[in-house]
Every structure is written in C-alpha cells, then in structure tokens.
C-alpha cells in the first residue's frame, strides 16, 4: 500500500478516536417506593463509570408527568442509551420515538413501559415473585383464609405478580380449601396504604385469616402494624419481596413468614455493563428472553429470584453481602 494512502488512513483513525462522542448514559429513576431504589443507582453509576461511560440521573420521586419532562431533558443531552425505571407503566410510547429519532436506544428497567416498544428490558421473573410467595403459604397453609394485598397497577410488576399468585391459587380456591376474603391492588407501594387497608378489613371482619400475600416488604411491613392494633390477631403466613433490611428483621421477629430475594446489585451491573456496550454500538448476546409490552415483544435479561426465610437467611442475603450481618438482630 501506499504510504500516503497509509499516513492519510491512521490520520482519519486519529481523528475519528479524538472526537468520538463521550460515552453518556442517562438514567431516570420513578421512585423510591422501596428500600432498593436508594442503592441500585450507586451500583448502575460505579458499574458504568468503570468501564468508562457517564451516567446522568433525573429523580422524579413518583411524578409520572414530571418524570416524561425529565426523559426528554436527558434525550436531549447527547445521550446514546437512555434507562428507565419507570413510576407509572403508561404513556411513554411517543417519549420512546422521540429517543429512537434522536438515536437513542431505550432500556426498561425492573419495570415495563406499556405499549410503548423498548429496545430491551432489564428485570427479574416478576411473575415467579408471586408463584414463589403463594406457592409458601399453600405449602404451610393448603386450607384457610387468605388475603391478596397487590402494588399499585401503574407498575406492570404488580399485574404480573398477582398473576403468578392466582395460578398456584386456583386450584385450592376451586377445591374451597381457599377463601379469599380480600383481593386489592393498592394505590401506592407505600406501608400506610397496606396498614390502612388491613385496619379498614380487621374493623370491619372478627375472622380468621391464614395468610397475607402482601406483594413486597414494604406492604408485609404495614400490614403487620395493623394486626398489631388488634388483640388475638395471629396470621399464620404473610410474605413480602425484596430482602429489605426491614423485611428480614421482621421474618427474625417471627412477625414475616418469608421474602423474596432479587440480587439488585446483578441487575444493576448487568444492565451498566449492557448499557455501555450498546453507547459502544456494540451488540448483547443475553437478552434471551421476550416480555411483552402491551402491544410489542421486548427481548429480555430477566434474573431469577429467592425465597427467603428464617431457616435459610445466612446462607442466602447474608452469604451474599446483600445485608450485613451486623444490620440485623438475630435471636440468641
Ligand atoms: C419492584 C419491587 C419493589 C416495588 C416497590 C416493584 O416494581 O419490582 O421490587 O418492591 O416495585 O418499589
């Protein structure tokens, strides 16, 4: 080859390497509706900034419109991969153009936008969370009365939990080994929803009731304040989701019958490291799975989940540096 042609061909490398863009990441977190929401940022930002990529965070603390204006800020900040987690499933799909004409590649995170075609999405096997729950209470409590208290369904996962519940369920409900005295999806994540809804119920019911399927930690959590109001109101099994700090103690306490663990930290990584290579232009083989959004099949990381309760929690969370052993007390 000719060294002109050779000169002339590592210039144009030089140059091209100079002035490629900055890695840029942009990140919008809905909410911080759990425990897990203050850290899996953290681990997003070290995983991506390691491996050399900027990441820009908007915080909409449960203001879904607010959260819209956030993304198109962060689509508007020469960003090439934009993640979102959202508060509220709806309403994204002209949000979702507007980053695929900006050249944006668009990621689902923990939750799925509706309708509205994602390039991917990043979560768990949402509907497992709920087999694994109701799949506890009927293997310790097959026969009896139980309560189904559900997130709120502005968050797809919701949906998809109390459908993993009602299929372990049907069966012992059509057999009438189960009643179900109350099924709710409530209007927030928040323990004050779960704690009002139970208190409203234990007023109103003098009956017995077998188990609580509260959908994560937070509702587990409120739900047990209000059955600490009443006198004699011992509930067999009430589960949860998330290994919370407060989750675990509760299932020490003999209070919280078992969680569902999801490593976060997994997801997080996984989804920076993705995150990067896609800024890179470069293609992910681990999208394996399809979720559909509504209307689009989304092609998926989905990781799995863990039951948790007082029989295997040093060999799960705390083996796995999730929870320190020192943030817990456990009984003598
Ligand atoms: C997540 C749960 C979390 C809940 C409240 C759901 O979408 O999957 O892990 O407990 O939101 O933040």
Same mark, same amino acid.
């Given at each position: ?119 991917? /999405?990043? #979560?768990?096997? =949402? ?5 694994? @729950? $109701? ?7 097959? %026969? ?23 299929n372990v369920l049907q069966p ?88 569902? /663990?999801? #490593?976060?930290? =997994? ?5 920076? @490291? $993705? ?7 470069? %293609? ?43 943030q817990l007390s456990f009984a003598?």
């Amino acid at each position: 080859m000719n060294k002109k042609i050779v000169f002339a061909s590592l210039c144009m490398f030089l140059i091209a390497a100079c002035t490629r863009e900055p890695l840029k990441i942009g990140f919008s977190v809905g909410d911080f509706s759990s425990d897990r929401w203050s850290q899996e940022p953290q681990i997003f930002q070290d995983e991506a900034t390691a491996l050399g990529a900027q990441v820009l965070f908007e915080y909409a603390y449960g203001d879904a419109n607010q959260q819209i204006e956030q993304v198109r800020k962060l689509i508007a900040s020469d960003i090439q991969v934009l993640i979102i987690f959202p508060t509220s499933a709806d309403n994204w799909a002209p949000i979702v153009e507007e980053a695929h004409k900006a050249g944006i590649t668009v990621i689902a995170y923990d939750r799925m936008l509706k309708d509205a075609g994602v390039d991917y /999405y990043f #979560s768990f096997f =949402n509907e497992d969370v709920g087999k694994q @729950q $109701a799949q506890y209470a009927v293997d310790n409590r097959p %026969k009896g009365n139980y309560i189904i208290l559900g997130g709120p369904t502005s968050d797809n996962n919701s949906l998809l939990l109390m459908q993993g519940q009602k299929n372990v369920l049907q069966p012992y409900i059509d057999r009438g080994d189960i009643t179900i005295l109350l099924e709710k999806h409530l209007e927030t994540w928040n323990s004050i929803d779960a704690y009002n809804e139970m208190q409203t119920f234990l007023d109103k019911n003098k009956v017995k009731i077998d188990a609580i399927l509260a959908a994560n930690d937070e509702l587990a959590g409120g739900s047990i304040m209000a059955l600490e109001m009443v006198e004699d109101s011992m509930v067999m099994i009430i589960t949860g989701q998330d290994a919370s700090v407060g989750g675990c103690q509760n299932i020490l306490n003999g209070k919280q019958s078992m969680t569902v /663990y999801k #490593s976060i930290r =997994n997801l997080a990584r996984e989804a920076a @490291q $993705a995150s990067v290579k896609m800024a890179k232009s470069e %293609k992910i083989t681990n999208a394996t799975n399809l979720v559909s959004d509504g209307t689009n099949e989304i092609p998926a990381v989905l990781l799995k989940t863990v039951v948790v309760d007082k029989n295997n929690m040093k060999e799960t969370v705390i083996a796995d540096g999730f929870i320190k052993e020192d943030q817990l007390s456990f009984a003598p």
